[in-house]
Nanobody
Framework: QVRLVESGGGSVESGGSQILSCEVY????????LAWFRQDVGKEREGVAE????????YYHQSVKGRFTISLDNARNTLYLQMKSLKPEGTVMYYC??????????????????WGQGTQVTVTS
């Protein structure tokens, strides 16, 4: 069983930076992708960034390209999302998730089997 625990959320001013962490516990699949999703109040969850566990492959939603960086520390079993130049979008929940599959370059919600509980980020203007 895989368990994901996010942390790092909080309140930050517009234009500021925040780093989210996701600790991964349990027996991971042989091949897997990890991703960060975001969910605004009343909206569907959408993929923000994805990385393949073997390294090298990443995907970013157009809205965060150049501002967000996803990374994976295999030694610490921890996924990160470095966010810069944050926009005043109010309160958003960020979730990390695992897709037990090879890299495809796509980030589709139904593909992700394991999810964390989420961490809340509030960007104030």
């Amino acid at each position: 069983q895989v368990r994901l625990v996010e942390s790092g959320g909080g309140s930050v001013e517009s234009g500021g930076s925040q780093i989210l962490s996701c600790e991964v516990y349990g027996n991971m699949p042989t091949r897997f992708c990890l991703a960060w999703f975001r969910q605004d109040v009343g909206k569907e969850r959408e993929g923000v960034a994805e990385i393949y566990h073997g390294g090298g492959n990443t995907y970013y939603h157009q809205s965060v390209k150049g501002r967000f960086t996803i990374s994976l520390d295999n030694a610490r079993n921890t996924l990160y999302l470095q966010m810069k130049s944050l926009k005043p979008e109010g309160t958003v929940m960020y979730y990390c998730a695992v897709n037990p599959a090879l890299w495809s370059g796509l980030i589709r919600l139904p593909d992700f089997r394991y999810w964390g509980q989420g961490t809340q980020v509030t960007v104030t203007s």
